[in-house]
T-cell receptor
Framework: QQQVKQSPQSLIVQKGGISIINCAYE??????FPWYQQFPGKGPALLIA?????SEKKEGRFTISFNKSAKQFSLHIMDSQPGDSATYFC????????????FGAGTILRVKS | EPEVTQTPSHQVTQMGQEVILRCVPI?????FYWYRQILGQKVEFLVS????????KSEIFDDQFSVERPDGSNFTLKIRSTKLEDSAMYFC????????????FGQGTRLTVV
């Protein structure tokens, strides 16, 4: 019940295309859903996050769509660029102080120029 | 920009040896974490630490693991007797003491047990 399932494992997108990564969770106690971006040799860095009181959040080219009833959320990267090539992790957590992040398995994105 | 720093970046150790991984969290953060990422797998929670004690630990965090905040700045993870399966990237993270706070991750320590 603590799992977060992420798909696809890897994704190749042409420059300028839309990258879409999907995640699903089971634990309805989760109420914070961040996406992390990780470049080789670096730690994960927060990209964008959403709380379940909204269905969509947009920051620049990055959008999270959230479907509370389906317990699913997704990351859309518009106008994908080669510099977006990285591993993307969805995660889930509970609001209380100090709560751990439960990560999805990760998606390796490659944007071809 | 504030950052979490980890040392060393890479540690090679013999099976059965003790290792200490070090982290300097962001100065005004009060919650500290260790996560592990085995090559090609997901990032997994190990332990969280607040107010000088463990607040939560996973089933991975067994008796061979321990954490400590020996002074006002460092946060350490000790593995007492390393096993081959402990080989992984270990990430330290820290957050402010509020709900929905962003977790800032260090760049990681790659531990190789031979």
């Amino acid at each position: 019940q603590q799992q977060v399932k992420q798909s696809p494992q890897s994704l190749i997108v042409q420059k300028g295309g839309i990258s879409i990564i999907n995640c699903a969770y089971e634990n309805t106690a989760f109420d914070y859903f961040p996406w992390y971006q990780q470049f080789p040799g670096k730690g994960p860095a927060l990209l964008i996050a959403i709380r379940p009181d909204v269905s969509e959040k947009k920051e620049g080219r990055f959008t999270i769509s959230f479907n509370k009833s389906a317990k699913q959320f997704s990351l859309h990267i518009m106008d994908s660029q080669p510099g977006d090539s990285a591993t993307y992790f969805c995660a889930a957590s509970k609001k209380e102080y100090g709560n751990k992040l439960v990560f999805g398995a990760g998606t390796i994105l490659r944007v071809k120029s | 920009e504030p950052e979490v720093t980890q040392t060393p970046s890479h540690q090679v150790t013999q099976m059965g040896q003790e290792v200490i991984l070090r982290c300097v969290p962001i100065s005004n953060h009060l919650y500290f974490y260790w996560y592990r990422q085995i090559l090609g797998q997901k990032v997994e929670f190990l332990v969280s630490f607040y107010n000088n004690e463990i607040s939560e630990k996973s089933e991975i965090f067994d008796d061979q693991f321990s954490v400590e905040r020996p002074d006002g700045s460092n946060f350490t993870l000790k593995i007492r007797s390393t096993k081959l399966e402990d080989s992984a990237m270990y990430f330290c993270a820290s957050t402010e003491p509020r709900g929905w706070a962003e977790a800032f991750f260090g760049q990681g320590t790659r531990l190789t047990v031979v």
